[in-house]
C-alpha cells in the first residue's frame, strides 16, 4: 500500500510537464517540491520517500501529503487535462484519502524507524561484524514489542487524520476533500440455513481488529 501511495503517484505526477507546473503551483514548501517515487531497493531509501509523503511517525508536520492531494484535485478539475488523466487523478486522490492508506504508512514508518539504521549500518565499509550482529538482535527485539503494541500506529494514524483534514480545511474553499477517520465496518457473509429456517442476518465484523 505504501508503495503504491507513493510511488504510481509520483511517476503519474512527474511524468508530465503540465502536472509537474500544477504540482510547483500547489507546493507550498520549496523545499520539498521534488517528489520521490520508491523505487530502490534500500529499505532506507524506501523510508526517505515515506516521509516525504507522510512524515515521521506521528510526527506528520513538513510533509507533502496535503499538497500531493490539492494537486490531484486540481488536475482532476483541470479541463484543458485528458479525460483518462483526470480519472486517474481521482483515483490517486481517493486512494490516498483512505484511512488504510494513512494506518499502513504509519505502520510502514514504525518499522522502518527500527529497520533503517541497521540497514545503513550493513552497508558501510569496515563494517564490525560483532557490533552488526549486536544491532540485529537488538531490532528483532524491538520489532517483537512493536508488533505487541498496534494502539501506537493506530494512534499515530489517528493523529495524522486530524492534523490532515484541519490542513485541507485551510485550503481553497473549492476543494472538498477529507481524509476518512476511521476504516469503513465490512459486513460478514450470511450464513446459509437449512431449508425451513430463517436465514442468519449479516453482522458487522470490526474492521480495524481485522486488519491488525
Known amino acids: 500500500m505504501e508503495e503504491w501511495a507513493n510511488s504510481e503517484t509520483a511517476v503519474f505526477i512527474r511524468e508530465s510537464h503540465q502536472r509537474m507546473n500544477i504540482w510547483e503551483k500547489e507546493s507550498h514548501s520549496k ?3 521534488r517528489i520521490a517515487p520508491i523505487g530502490e531497493t534500500r529499505w532506507w531509501a524506501k523510508h526517505d520517500a515515506l516521509k516525504k509523503m507522510f512524515g515521521s511517525f506521528g510526527k506528520p508536520q513538513d510533509c507533502l501529503y496535503v499538497d500531493v492531494l490539492c494537486t490531484l484535485s486540481a488536475i482532476q478539475e483541470q479541463k484543458t487535462v485528458k479525460g483518462n488523466v483526470r480519472t486517474k487523478a481521482r483515483g490517486y486522490k481517493d486512494g490516498l484519502l483512505r484511512h488504510e492508506t494513512v494506518l499502513t ?3 510502514f514508518m514504525r518499522i522502518f524507524e527500527q529497520t533503517t539504521p541497521l540497514s545503513k549500518y550493513l552497508q558501510t565499509g569496515g563494517m564490525d561484524i560483532l557490533s552488526a550482529h549486536r544491532m540485529v538482535i537488538s531490532t528483532h527485539e524491538a520489532l517483537k514489542q512493536m508488533a505487541r503494541d498496534f494502539k501506537a500506529v493506530k494512534d499515530a494514524a489517528d493523529n495524522f487524520v486530524k492534523w ?3 490542513k ?5 474553499e473549492e476543494i472538498d476533500m477529507e481524509v476518512e477517520a476511521s476504516l469503513p465496518q465490512r459486513r460478514s457473509k450470511k450464513k446459509k440455513s437449512m431449508p425451513g429456517e430463517m436465514s442468519q442476518d449479516e453482522t458487522s465484523s470490526d474492521a480495524l481488529e481485522t486488519y491488525e
Open 31 to 33: 523545499r520539498h517540491r
Open 105 to 107: 504508512a504509519q505502520l
Open 164 to 166: 490532515a483534514n484541519e
Open 168 to 172: 485541507l480545511e485551510e485550503q481553497d
